[in-house]
């Protein structure tokens, strides 16, 4: 059947096999409760690497600001790269780099460098055009969730149809960035929603870790490192694997 706002709603009803069977007290099973798959009130999107392709660009700007201060950036920096805010990679950098510039200065650094290679180098990752559009004629909010300067988060939203997003959260946004439960509380919470009824959309563990701690279900994109599914977690190779019709499944319901 069809909600208002035209969101198709699949009505489920779990019944034993044997239901129209004589129960072992005499009479028939009873019937479990109604339970309704909806689409989410609002999805959540990650931005670098779940609607970009702009991954490999921070860590270029990162091994570009780190060959400055004379360090070499490698497979082993990657916990403390991919993933995270300028502000926590600028820590980061700090701490391993002798004679490092202050904080601030990383930071400054690193924000102008990522910023210079993401302008003009903007690409929607496979699938992501086409999921916009179906949950846009589903009528379900959308909004992105980042870790990334407010001047790249505008710079993305502009390429892709700022009109596409009812909110975005940037990390000067929030006190605390991912992997902290505070940009999806907030982009919630901005929506006027409770978190548990949103879908968040994310790439990294990072940014999983804090849309489960606020209490999203997640649709995880394993197109940077492998991802494991768990309890509402489903893990997806791309963006292109997916339907609107589908993302009823991250979400169930009791009907009353």
Not at 104 to 125: H, K, M, T, W, Y
Not at 197 to 217: F, K, P, R
Request: glycine share 8%.
């Amino acid at each position: 059947m069809w909600r208002p706002g035209g969101v198709h709603v699949s009505v489920i009803l779990w019944r034993r096999a044997d239901h129209n069977g004589p129960a072992s007290s005499g009479g028939p099973d009873p019937v479990p409760p109604k339970r309704v798959a909806v689409l989410p009130a609002a999805v959540l999107f990650d931005m670098d690497g779940t609607l970009v392709d702009t991954e490999h660009l921070w860590w270029e700007a990162v091994a570009d600001v780190a060959a400055r201060v004379g360090y070499d950036l490698g497979e082993t920096d990657a916990a403390d790269v991919v993933g995270h805010a300028v502000g926590h990679t600028a820590g980061y950098l700090n701490t391993v780099v002798a004679d490092s510039p202050c904080v601030v200065e990383l930071s400054d650094a690193l924000d102008a460098a990522f910023s210079a290679l993401v302008e003009g180098r903007i690409e929607p990752l496979p699938g992501v055009v086409d999921l916009l559009d179906g949950l846009a004629a589903a009528k379900v909010p959308l909004a992105i969730v980042s870790a990334s300067p407010r001047r790249v988060v505008d710079l993305v939203s502009r390429a892709l149809g700022a009109e596409r997003f009812a909110i975005t959260v940037a990390a000067e946004d929030v006190a605390r960035t991912k992997p902290h439960p505070a940009p999806y509380l907030v982009a919630a919470a901005g929506l006027g929603l409770a978190p548990n009824t949103c879908l968040a959309v994310e790439d990294t563990m990072v940014g999983i870790a804090s849309a489960e701690a606020a209490g999203c279900a997640v649709l995880a994109v394993s197109s940077t490192a492998p991802i494991k599914s768990a309890p509402g977690r489903r893990v997806v190779g791309s963006l292109a694997m997916v339907r609107v019709g589908e993302l009823a499944d991250s979400l169930v319901l009791q009907a009353n």
